[in-house]
Nanobody
Framework: QVQLVESGGGLVQTGGSLRLSCLAS????????TGWFRQAPGKEREFVAT????????YYADSVKGRFTISGDNAKNTVYLQMNSLKPEDTSVYYC??????????????????WGQGTQVTVSS
């Protein structure tokens, strides 16, 4: 199993930027897929982005393409989500999740094995 801790959330203005971190312990991310999901109040959890290992293939939801970038640092066993040009509709709790020992393009929650507790991102208008 892998333990995941998200950090970097906060309050920003429309058009601002944040970088979220997902620090993994217990397992290396190099052979796994790490995903970011988000859930706004009263809404279902939705897919944001995934990355293979710490620097492989990436996949983004249409709603964040061109604004968000997912990346990784193998030495730190950490995956990041750089969020630029933030909009109020990006306000959510952001979760990272890992599909252990798999490289997948899935955007389904059920295909991910371990989840962090989330970090709050609030974008003011």
């Amino acid at each position: 199993q892998v333990q995941l801790v998200e950090s970097g959330g906060g309050l920003v203005q429309t058009g601002g930027s944040l970088r979220l971190s997902c620090l993994a312990s217990g397992r290396t991310l190099s052979s796994s897929t790490t995903g970011w999901f988000r859930q706004a109040p009263g809404k279902e959890r939705e897919f944001v982005a995934t990355i293979w290992g710490s620097g492989g293939r990436t996949y983004y939801a249409d709603s964040v393409k061109g604004r968000f970038t997912i990346s990784g640092d193998n030495a730190k066993n950490t995956v990041y989500l750089q969020m630029n040009s933030l909009k109020p509709e990006d306000t959510s709790v952001y979760y990272c999740a890992v599909a252990l020992d798999r490289w997948t393009l899935s955007s389904r929650e059920a295909d991910f094995d371990s989840w962090g507790q989330g970090t709050q991102v609030t974008v003011s208008s």
